[in-house]
Each structure stands twice: as structure tokens, then as C-alpha cells.
């Protein structure tokens, strides 16, 4: 799963039109372990396409477009995909692995195919490059960029798209530098004390992460349009069903701006979510969210009982990683 800031790159693309004049795109798509039975495709000024399901199991729509970017949907992950006039767009991949399995086949399809490769090489970047010292970390991002720049420039590609991708490429370049430094200053907060907070419960009344000295704390920062955060929450709830009475506490912090605090309320209700449930009060801008430098979300943290950091950027729920490191400590 990509880190938001790689994401929200490529979503300035994602929502950028080139042309200005509608032409027909055909698109079918053909998605084994599918998460929905609609798929939908977004992009600039509010452009929606919802394709559902056939009885072919296949999804399949003819419609009108503007050549551009555009992101695909299943409703619980997403992909970036390029449209231009009178493309014939074949998708065929499995959702158990939703970026790996991507492939574009048919009449236009190059720079979707494109999208999706770049895509995996951020995401493996960021899985291996992250955790190298500054010297090798700068070597490997600058071999990154010139390797990339390289590869779209040799690519059978749109001119158009080749110039918003030297743009993305870039600003990966240049976020990718600002993340490391952020990730850096978020580990040397291992072993020392968390910042607090003192967040609104579901339940009613407040709580402050001070209520829960004595047990182990594990922090999930979340919103209701995160995408990415409501795929978590299978695994979160069976990881807080696995370690229900050992000391720890499972809380949940939603990052919903002030105006969402009634559909916080429902989505807690009806999803039946466990643990903890708070609300921030300033959502990205709240004390504890700005103390751990979070610049994308699902954001885990792992606190110990005298309310000193673990982890700062904790194995999320479906990481198996994480059950390892709550056995070590709870068993």
C-alpha cells in the first residue's frame, strides 16, 4: 500500500485533464477476488463513471471522456489510469494483490501501463530505501529520478502525458526527500516520552493518552474517506479479538475535520468498530497529529505502559509484523 504523499502526487495527475473535447472510451475490466461488484473511474470536474458488474462477471462500459489522467476505484483500494480518444481499455488483475496484478491491454493503454509500473517502483522504493542512512538513502533516490526520467522519455507515450509524468516524477523526487527527513526525526522520538492528547470518546467524555499509562497503547490514525484506513479495520478488529484482555488498548483516532463528527459517529456505529474511538480536535492540525509529523494516513503508533514511544510508524494491522512484535511483548 503506497504512503499517502506518493499517492497524493499522483492524484494532482489523476485529476488533470489534457484535452478539452469529449471522444468515446471503451473499457472492460476483468477482476478475480474482486472487493466490489462496481468499479468506479474519477477524475477532473467531477467526472464519474460507475461501471457495474455483468453476468459475464465482467465489467464493461462505453462512454465519454476528455484525454487524461483519472483514478479507478473498487471501493476499498485505487489506481491511476490515462484515457485518451478512442482507447479500448482492457484491465484484467486480482484485488488480493491490487497494484502487482494491474495490466492494461488493448488500444491505448501505454500510458496506463506506464502509471501502474511507476506506481509499484515508488511503493518498493519507499519499502526499501526508507530505511538506509542519508548517504545511501540521497544515492539511490538520485538513481531513482535519472532512471525513471530515462525510462518515460524512451516510452511510446503521449507528449502530454510525458510532460505531467517529468512533473510527477519530480515532486516524487523532491517529497521522497522531505519523507525521509520527517522519518527521521520521527525515530528519534523512540524511547522517549509521547506527546499527549485529550480527544473527544465515542463513548462519551474525553480521553487523554495519559488515561492509559500501565498498558500498551496502539494508535491508529484514521479518517472516514481514507480508503487505505477502512481496509485496515478487518485486521484491526482481528488483532484487538486476538489480544482482548492482555494489556494493551487499541485506540483509534479520527483526523475528520470538525464538520464530519456526525458521520465519524455513524461510521463508528455501524461498522460496530472496537477499542477506543476518539476524534481530534483540529484534524491534520491537531497538537498530537503535528508532534508526530503525520503527513499521511493509516498512521500507526505503538506506546509502552510508562507512555513512551516503540514505534513511531508502527506495522499496520495487516502487516504480519505487527502480531509478531504484540506476541514478543504481551506473551
Same mark, same amino acid.
Not at 23 to 40: E, M, P, W
Not at 49 to 65: G, L, N, R, S, W
Not at 235 to 245: C, R
Given at each position: 500500500?503506497?504512503?499517502?504523499?506518493?499517492?497524493?502526487?499522483?492524484?494532482?495527475?489523476?485529476?488533470?485533464?489534457?484535452?478539452?473535447?469529449?471522444?468515446?472510451?471503451?473499457?472492460?475490466?476483468?477482476?478475480?477476488?474482486?472487493?466490489? $461488484?462496481?468499479?468506479?473511474?474519477?477524475?477532473? $470536474?467531477?467526472?464519474?463513471?460507475?461501471?457495474?458488474?455483468?453476468?459475464?462477471?465482467?465489467?464493461?462500459?462505453?462512454?465519454?471522456? =476528455?484525454?487524461?489522467?483519472?483514478?479507478?476505484?473498487?471501493?476499498?483500494?485505487?489506481?491511476?489510469?490515462?484515457?485518451? =480518444?478512442?482507447?479500448?481499455?482492457?484491465?484484467?488483475?486480482?484485488?488480493?494483490?491490487?497494484?502487482?496484478?494491474?495490466?492494461?491491454?488493448?488500444?491505448?493503454?501505454?500510458?496506463?501501463?506506464?502509471?501502474?509500473?511507476?506506481?509499484? %517502483?515508488?511503493?518498493?522504493?519507499? %519499502?526499501?530505501?526508507?530505511?538506509?542512512?542519508?548517504?545511501?538513502?540521497?544515492?539511490?533516490?538520485?538513481?531513482?529520478?535519472?532512471? $525513471?526520467?530515462?525510462?518515460?522519455?524512451?516510452?511510446?507515450?503521449?507528449?502530454?502525458?510525458?510532460?505531467?509524468?517529468?512533473?510527477?516524477?519530480?515532486?516524487?523526487?523532491?517529497?521522497?526527500?522531505?519523507?525521509?527527513?520527517?522519518?527521521?526525526?520521527?525515530?528519534?522520538?523512540?524511547?522517549?516520552?509521547? =506527546?499527549?492528547?485529550?480527544?473527544?470518546?465515542?463513548?462519551?467524555?474525553?480521553?487523554?493518552?495519559?488515561?492509559?499509562?500501565?498498558?500498551?497503547?496502539?494508535?491508529?490514525?484514521?479518517?472516514?474517506?481514507?480508503?487505505?484506513?477502512?481496509? *485496515?479495520? =478487518?485486521?484491526?478488529?482481528?488483532? *484487538?479479538?486476538?489480544?482482548?484482555?492482555?494489556?494493551?488498548?487499541?485506540?483509534?483516532?479520527?483526523?475528520?475535520?470538525?464538520? $464530519?463528527?456526525?458521520?465519524?459517529?455513524?461510521?463508528?456505529?455501524?461498522?460496530?468498530?472496537?477499542?477506543?474511538?476518539?476524534?481530534?480536535?483540529?484534524?491534520?492540525?491537531?497538537?498530537?497529529?503535528?508532534?508526530?509529523?503525520?503527513?499521511?494516513?493509516?498512521?500507526?503508533?505503538?506506546?509502552?505502559?510508562?507512555?513512551?514511544?516503540?514505534?513511531? *510508524?508502527?506495522?499496520?494491522?495487516?502487516?504480519?509484523?505487527?502480531? %509478531?512484535?504484540?506476541?514478543?511483548?504481551?506473551?
Amino acid at each position: 500500500m503506497k504512503k499517502l504523499f506518493v499517492a497524493g502526487l499522483v492524484l494532482f495527475n489523476a485529476l488533470n485533464v489534457i484535452g478539452q473535447g469529449k471522444s468515446t472510451v471503451k473499457f472492460t475490466a476483468k477482476i478475480a477476488n474482486r472487493n466490489s $461488484d462496481t468499479l468506479v473511474i474519477k477524475g477532473k $470536474d467531477n467526472f464519474k463513471q460507475v461501471i457495474p458488474i455483468d453476468k459475464k462477471q465482467v465489467f464493461a462500459a462505453t462512454f465519454e471522456a =476528455p484525454k487524461g489522467f483519472y483514478m479507478f476505484s473498487d471501493g476499498t483500494e485505487s489506481s491511476n489510469l490515462f484515457l485518451k =480518444p478512442n482507447s479500448e481499455v482492457n484491465l484484467t488483475m486480482n484485488a488480493k494483490e491490487f497494484d502487482e496484478t494491474i495490466v492494461y491491454k488493448g488500444k491505448g493503454v501505454n500510458e496506463s501501463n506506464f502509471l501502474a509500473q511507476q506506481a509499484l %517502483k515508488d511503493e518498493s522504493f519507499q %519499502k526499501d530505501a526508507f530505511s538506509k542512512e542519508l548517504g545511501e538513502f540521497t544515492a539511490l533516490l538520485d538513481a531513482k529520478l535519472k532512471a $525513471d526520467t530515462e525510462n518515460l522519455e524512451k516510452g511510446d507515450l503521449d507528449p502530454e502525458f510525458k510532460v505531467a509524468m517529468r512533473r510527477s516524477i519530480e515532486g516524487f523526487n523532491k517529497y521522497a526527500a522531505e519523507e525521509y527527513d520527517r522519518a527521521a526525526k520521527a525515530n528519534k522520538m523512540v524511547g522517549k516520552a509521547s =506527546p499527549d492528547f485529550d480527544y473527544e470518546n465515542f463513548k462519551g467524555g474525553k480521553t487523554k493518552l495519559s488515561d492509559l499509562k500501565g498498558k500498551y497503547v496502539y494508535i491508529d490514525l484514521w479518517a472516514t474517506w481514507c480508503a487505505p484506513c477502512r481496509a *485496515e479495520i =478487518p485486521y484491526l478488529q482481528k488483532i *484487538e479479538e486476538k489480544y482482548h484482555g492482555k494489556n494493551i488498548e487499541f485506540v483509534s483516532i479520527s483526523i475528520d475535520k470538525l464538520k $464530519d463528527n456526525e458521520k465519524w459517529k455513524k461510521f463508528v456505529t455501524d461498522k460496530h468498530l472496537g477499542g477506543v474511538q476518539l476524534f481530534a480536535d483540529k484534524d491534520w492540525e491537531s497538537e498530537f497529529v503535528v508532534n508526530y509529523g503525520v503527513t499521511g494516513i493509516p498512521r500507526f503508533i505503538l506506546i509502552d505502559p510508562q507512555g513512551n514511544v516503540v514505534k513511531s *510508524e508502527a506495522p499496520r494491522p495487516s502487516d504480519p509484523e505487527l502480531d %509478531k512484535q504484540l506476541s514478543a511483548l504481551l506473551n
